[in-house]
T-cell receptor, first 115, second 110 residues
Framework: KAGVTQTPRYLIKTRGQQVTLSCSPISGHRSVSWYQQTPGQGLQFLFEYFSETQRNKGNFPGRFSGRQFSNSRSEMNVSTLELGDSALYLC??????????????FGEGSWLTVV | EDQVTQSPEALRLQEGESSSLNCSYTVSGLRGLFWYRQDPGKGPEFLFTLYSAGEEKEKERLKATLTKKESFLHITAPKPEDSATYLCAVQAQGAQKLVFGQGTRLTINP
């Protein structure tokens, strides 16, 4: 069974540009969440999509957005990039079923460097 | 506000020297407590989910336990390949997001 796939793995962007990251969840999983990981702040929740709808949102500015397609694949977009957006962006996939048995798997991440 | 604190920040052990990592948490109704392993440059690898106080789970040299206020990850007779950062996270009832601790960086010397 294929895991969570994120593309691209590495990218370098210039301040002011925008970036789009992609995530394909595990087959059958309909929930996709995005996290930002930095050395100073650790792992922080960005947002969650389920059935093409954003269900939860973390405390990030509106420059961070996302969407989910009918096949559960998700993209996140960061506009007007700032140096502080340099981070590892992680996608997490789960089946989101019931109050237990809710295992959440992560992809390898997309390393974004803003220069 | 849900919060997770992991200790110690870093731990260095000799091969075969058993120890425990701590994860203290506060959450408005626990849905699940998660343990992950993360190697440098990679995404977190799922280890365990614990759902209620008293629950224990094992995998190879790792054993996770849960109380109402904290979780422990016990590592028995570790090997150098167990070196990694171990992350603890909580998920509140009715929520999907995970709230992570800062992690414990574990180094096992041969």
């Amino acid at each position: 069974k294929a895991g969570v796939t994120q593309t691209p793995r590495y990218l370098i962007k210039t301040r002011g540009q925008q970036v789009t990251l992609s995530c394909s969840p595990i087959s059958g999983h309909r929930s996709v969440s995005w996290y930002q990981q930095t050395p100073g702040q650790g792992l922080q929740f960005l947002f969650e999509y389920f059935s093409e709808t954003q269900r939860n949102k973390g405390n990030f500015p509106g420059r961070f957005s996302g969407r989910q397609f009918s096949n559960s694949r998700s993209e996140m977009n960061v506009s007007t990039l700032e140096l502080g957006d340099s981070a590892l962006y992680l996608c997490a996939s789960s089946s989101r079923t019931g109050s237990s048995g809710n295992t959440i798997y992560f992809g390898e991440g997309s390393w974004l460097t803003v220069v | 506000e849900d919060q997770v604190t992991q200790s110690p920040e870093a731990l260095r052990l000799q091969e075969g020297e058993s120890s425990s990592l701590n994860c203290s948490y506060t959450v408005s109704g626990l849905r699940g407590l998660f343990w992950y392993r993360q190697d440098p440059g990679k995404g977190p690898e799922f280890l365990f989910t614990l759902y209620s106080a008293g629950e224990e789970k094992e995998k190879e040299r790792l054993k996770a336990t849960l109380t109402k206020k904290e979780s422990f990850l016990h590592i028995t007779a570790p090997k150098p390949e167990d070196s990694a950062t171990y992350l603890c996270a909580v998920q509140a009832q009715g929520a999907q997001k995970l709230v992570f601790g800062q992690g414990t960086r574990l180094t096992i010397n041969p």
